[in-house]
C-alpha cells in the first residue's frame, strides 16, 4: 500500500506580514506583506521612504512596532541565528580604519566561526576584486573600494540571503558592472537578495522584481518592466524653448500624442501621455515647420513626483 | 569567541591618541612619587604615606578616568561610528561580545593604572618595609576597574553622552555629593575600592578614610558588575539602529 505523505513547503527565505514600524509619532513603514524568494529584489524609493528601516527590520536590527518580520521561518528580532544565513551591507560606509581590508574581512570570518577563515577571506576577496589592494588600511580606501570590501565582509560566510543597502553608492561604472554581475551570479547560485536604491536606472540594471516604497507604504511590486512602463506611461509635460513658439504650439496640437500645449511667454509646455512617440515626433515636426528648437526640458520629472503618481494609481 | 572580541577591541583602544593621553595621565603618581622621594623627608610610616600620596591620585583621579575612558570606548565608539553592526552581524550570544568588550576595557585599565601605582608605590617604598601592600593595591585596583568599566560600558550601550554622565558619576556623586550626603557612598565604587584596599593591605589608611566596610564594599562592587552586566547584555540584545539620546 502506498503511503502519502504531506510535506510543508519550506518558508520563504524572508517574509513580511503586515509590517509597521513607527517612532513616536512618524509613521516609518505602514502595514508593509511582501515574501521573498531566491532571485534579485530592489526596493526603490526616495530618499526618506523608509527603505533603510524595512531593511533593518529585515536584518533583525529594529523591533517591529506591529506585524511579523521572518527569516528562514524564524522572527528576525532577537534571534542572532539568523545571521548564519544573512549577510548585510549597511549603507554608512564605516569600517575599522586600523585594519587593512584583508584583517577587516578575516575579522568577520573568524566571528563567524568558519573552519578555514582564511581560505574563506581569501575567496570573498576575489570575488570582490580587491586583491590588489586587500594589504592597505581601509581607512585609505576610496568610497568604493570601502563599499567592495563591506560586501566582502557580508558574504565571507557565503549567506543564502544578502541584504544591501544602498550598495553601489560611491562605486566606479566599472565596479558597477562588476558588482551588478556579482550579484547576478549569487541570485543565479540560487540566493536571495534585497537590495535598496533611489536611483532608477540601478534598478534596470539589477532588479528583476522590484518593491517600490513611497511614504512607508508599498506603492508597487512586481516585475520591473511593467512597473517601469507604468511609469513612462504616466502623464509627462515638456518646457520647450523655439524660434517660433506659437508656430511650434500649432503644429504639435495637430500631433496624436500630444494632448494639451500651453504657450508662456517665450516657451511653451506640451503635455503627453505617449512619451516615447512625442520624443520621437517632436524633432520631426520642427524640421517640417523649420521651426529650430533651444531647449526641451522636462518637467516634474523627479523621482518623487514618479513615486507620487504610482501612489495615486 | 569573547578572546577574539577581547583582543579585536583591545587593538583598537590601544592603537589610538586616546591610549597615549590614558599614558600620561597615568604618569602623573609616578612624577610626583619621584617628586616626594627627591625632595621630602619621609618621617612618618611610609605605608601610610605612599597610600596617602598615590593611593589618593589613584583612586580619586587616574582609575576612574581611565575606566572610564576605556569603559564608554570599547562599545560606544563603536556604536558611534556604527562599526557595531559588523559584531551584532554574527551569530554570537549577545553576552559574550559585552564580555568581550568588558574585558578588553578591564585589562587596558588595569594594566595602565596597575603599572602606574606599582611604579610610584615603589618609588615611595623603595628600602623600606611595606609588608604586601603594592600587591595587595595593585589587587583592590583591579577589583575596583572591574566594577568601572562594566558600569561605564553599559551606560555607553544607552546613552550616547556616557562619557559625560560618567564624569558627573565620577566628579558629582564619588567626589562631591559622597562628603556631604554618607548615603551615596554606599553607591560609589571608589569607596569599594578604598575599602577593598584597606582590607587588603591592612593598614588604617587616614588620607583615604574607607566609609563602607569590607563586606559591603565586596557585594555591592559585585552587585554592580552582575547588574550593569546583565542590563548591558539586554541592551545589546535589544539593540536598535536608530539615534540614541
Redesign the interface.
Known sequence: MAESTTEAAPPAPVEVEHASKWFGNVVAVNDISFELRAGITGLLGPNGAGKSTLLNMIAGFLKPSAGAVRVGGEASWLHPSIYHRVGLVMERETVYGHLSGYDFVLLNARLHGLDDPQAATRHAIELVEMTEAQSRRTGEYSKGMRQRIKIAASIVHDPDILLLDEPFSGADPRQRLHMTDLLRQMAAAGRTILFSSHILEEMERLGEDVLVIVGGRLAASGDFRAIRRLMTDRPHAFSIRASNVRGLAGALLAEESVHAVEVEDDRLIARTRAFGAFTSALPRIAQASAISIYEVAPLDESLESVFSYLVAR | ?IA??AS?TL??LL??RRSLLMGLLAAIPVLVAVLVRVLAELEEDPREVALGIVGGLVLNLVLPLVALVFGTAAIGQEIE???L??????????WKLLVGKVLAAWLATTVVVGVSAAIAGATLLLGRPADLLLPAFVAAVAWGALAYVSLFAALSVRYGRALIIGLVYVFVWEATLSRFAPGTRLFSVRQYTVSIVEALANTPARFLDAQVDTTTAVVMSTAVVLVTGWYGVRLL??????ERS
Open positions: 569567541m577574539l572580541v579585536h587593538s583598537q592603537g589610538q561610528d556604527g562599526t553592526v559588523y559584531l551584532l552581524t554574527k551569530p554570537i550570544a549577545r540584545q535589544r539593540y536598535e539602529l536608530r
